[in-house]
């Protein structure tokens, strides 16, 4: 079954530091891989995508995703946090292509302390 | 913001009952999708309309249906509700112009079916 895992619920990380949001993927073919956040009462925001080509793409806000076809992982990442990125982060992919028919996981809870 | 504005923003219902949420989305946007997001769980896709015909539904019964108008408005009725269907119903909107495709989503319905 295709299927998007994020292993970590909750991410803590001070602000200036590093953080690292981790998700792999199980899904045949060549899919699209997203990253969205979630802000109270919201909805999704995107924030970068990748199709094909470099495997570092970056998005939105600093955000940066590495992929790697071999660990069929595409982690989110960003150099510097700011307590403002704390949200909720969710990866995604779409099996067929384009935006169709989006698989999320179960989300990540980025926490950013002062 | 994104220009798909759904409605109402919470509802409560009862068991048994039947509910009807709304969404509006762009001009030119000719395809629309569903996602059911349950407490701490990443959205899950319903179904997805485009030219006003379903073109791709996910793992839900039949009692959720939609409907997909002329004016880029979209419904989506479930009957017969059940506690399990209390959520945030996300809808999503994508056109695509010179081969780039945008997606955008609304900030949800939290539906409570007491």
């Known amino acids: 079954a295709q299927s998007v895992a994020q292993p970590e619920d909750q991410v803590n990380v001070a602000e200036g530091n590093p953080l690292t949001v981790k998700c792999t993927y199980s899904v045949s073919g060549n899919p699209y891989l997203f990253w969205y956040v979630q802000y109270p009462n919201r909805g999704l925001q995107f924030l970068l995508k990748y199709i094909t080509g470099d495997n570092l793409v970056k998005g939105s806000y600093g955000f940066e995703a590495e992929f790697n076809k071999s660990q069929t992982s595409f982690h989110l990442k960003k150099p510097s946090a700011l307590v403002s990125d704390s949200a909720l982060y969710f990866c995604a992919v779409s099996p067929s292509g384009g935006y169709n028919k989006l698989i999320f996981g179960a989300g990540t809870r980025l926490a950013v302390h002062p | ?114």
């Open chain 2, 1 to 114: 913001e994104t220009g798909v504005t759904q409605s109402p923003t919470h509802l409560i219902k009862t068991r048994g009952q039947q509910v009807t949420l709304r969404c509006s989305s762009q001009s030119g946007h000719n395809t629309v999708s569903w996602y059911q997001q349950a407490l701490g769980q990443g959205p899950q896709f319903i179904f997805q309309y485009y030219r006003e015909e379903e073109n791709g539904r996910g793992n839900f019964p039949p009692r959720f249906s939609g409907l997909q108008f002329p004016n880029y408005s979209s419904e989506l009725n479930v009957n017969a509700l059940e506690l399990d269907d209390s959520a945030l119903y996300l809808c999503a909107s994508s056109y695509q112009s010179q081969g780039v495709e945008k997606l955008f989503f609304g900030s949800g319905t939290q539906l409570s079916v007491l």
